[in-house]
């Protein structure tokens, strides 16, 4: 559709001119030549069927200037030399030869387009030598030679900005496609860590009332009120699981913004070993060193893994075992450790899960180091030391 437009317009543009250069040729005085001394007095030919042919000629190539621009231009320079030769009256006609002199600048390469000048050039001199009029001076010649070299450079600047501009769009593009590969990069990291989050979470939830829940069953018709303390234990366990997970998952909620909660950090380690202890896993925090400012997202992946640790500890550990969470500050290093004295051999066969797996992940996010397995006088063993730049 768009090149029948382009199609059209141009036929137009032929027609138009066409039609006014016929007009000319036909009603143009040539008295004014006759007079000029020295002219002969049959250097007009007057207009007839011949040069109104040749006019219409000259111009119609105009009709196909987008399509064919090279053709249209040769095949518009032989009924325009004939003319000049034949000392017919131009009218309007040479003007097809600087719009198709145009066309092609614009629309072909450089070596195209200076092969295209040339030839211009060549046509208009060579209709110059065979005309029979005597009329143009030295300053008409340059004139037209100005004109020729004008459409040509109008020509190139329009292909040249065309060109610009299309390098912009495809730029455009690229930038696009780049800025969408990034947000699905985006999505796709954000997707992973929001699934670390809830594994951590669940798990961690999980572990936790299923042993409530079991201390629970076992009592409950030796000590009512114990194991109603255990269930209740299980529901606020229970219920603080499923804030957590609210909170994770708010950021996918469609049309409102997520209520996002701070994030779990050093501070609450103290109620989290707590919830070991109420769980049944007996458990101490030692915190050594000055404590510095910590950024947000180590002392969440610290958190997770004292966490991940601990169920691993109560899940494995066995019966009557002890885990010792350490929180070292040193200047440049913060180390973390959970150390449980747990000594059942299918427990330690049985670590580590797909949580501690998971930490590795973590601990190489911020360039930690991480260390998990047995410890050598029993018991299983959680590190991770993460640097500290500038001391923070």
Do not use: C
């Not at 006759?34 to 069927?49: E, H, N």
């Not at 020509?155 to 593009?173: M, N, P, T, V």
């Not at 060193?289 to 991940?308: K, W």
Request: hydrophobic content about 50%; overall charge neutral.
């Amino acid at each position: 559709m768009r090149n029948d437009r382009a199609l059209f317009r141009d036929t137009v543009l032929a027609v138009v001119l066409a039609a006014g250069s016929l007009a000319l040729f036909l009603f143009y005085d040539a008295a004014d030549l006759l007079s000029q001394p020295g002219q002969p007095a049959d250097a007009v030919r007057s207009p007839d069927l011949v040069g109104g042919a040749l006019v219409l000629l000259t111009a119609a190539p105009l009709a196909v200037r987008r399509q064919w621009p090279v053709g249209a231009l040769l095949a518009s320079a032989v009924p325009d030399t004939l003319l000049n030769a034949l000392g017919y009256s131009l009218g309007l006609a040479s003007v097809a030869g600087l719009v198709l002199l145009y066309s092609v600048a614009a629309r072909r390469g450089l070596a195209v387009a200076l092969a295209a000048l040339m030839f211009a050039m060549l046509v208009y001199a060579t209709g110059a030598l065979l005309s029979p009029l005597d009329a143009l001076t030295w300053a008409d010649h340059l004139v037209v030679v100005v004109l020729l070299a004008g459409a040509w450079g109008v020509g190139r600047a329009i292909r040249l900005r065309r060109a610009y501009f299309e390098e912009l769009k495809d730029r455009a593009a690229r930038l696009e496609r780049a800025r969408e590969a990034d947000t699905r990069a985006a999505r796709a990291e954000e997707r992973s860590r929001i699934a670390r989050e809830l594994h951590d979470v669940i798990a961690h939830h999980v572990s936790v009332m299923t042993v409530q829940a079991a201390a629970a069953r076992k009592v409950l018709l030796s000590d009512p009120e114990l194991a109603s303390e255990a269930l209740s234990a299980v529901e606020h366990t229970g219920r603080k699981a499923m804030a957590e997970m609210r909170d994770i998952v708010g950021v996918l909620r469609a049309g409102s913004p997520a209520e996002l909660g701070p994030q779990p950090g050093m501070s609450a380690l103290p109620a989290l070993v707590e919830q070991m202890r109420e769980a049944g896993l007996s458990t101490r925090l030692t915190v050594e060193g000055h404590e510095t400012p910590v950024p947000a997202g180590i002392e969440l992946a610290a958190y997770r893994l004292v966490q991940e640790g601990l169920t691993n500890s109560l899940r494995h550990a066995g019966p009557g075992a002890e885990a010792v969470v350490t929180v070292r500050h040193e200047p440049r290093e913060l180390d973390v450790r959970v150390a449980d004295d747990g000594r059942g051999a299918a427990g330690v066969a049985a670590r580590p899960g797909h949580g501690l797996v998971g930490i590795r992940e973590r601990v190489a996010l911020y360039g930690g180091i991480l260390s998990i397995g047995p410890r050598p006088g029993g018991g299983f063993e959680v590190r991770a030391r993460f640097p500290l730049k500038d001391g923070r």
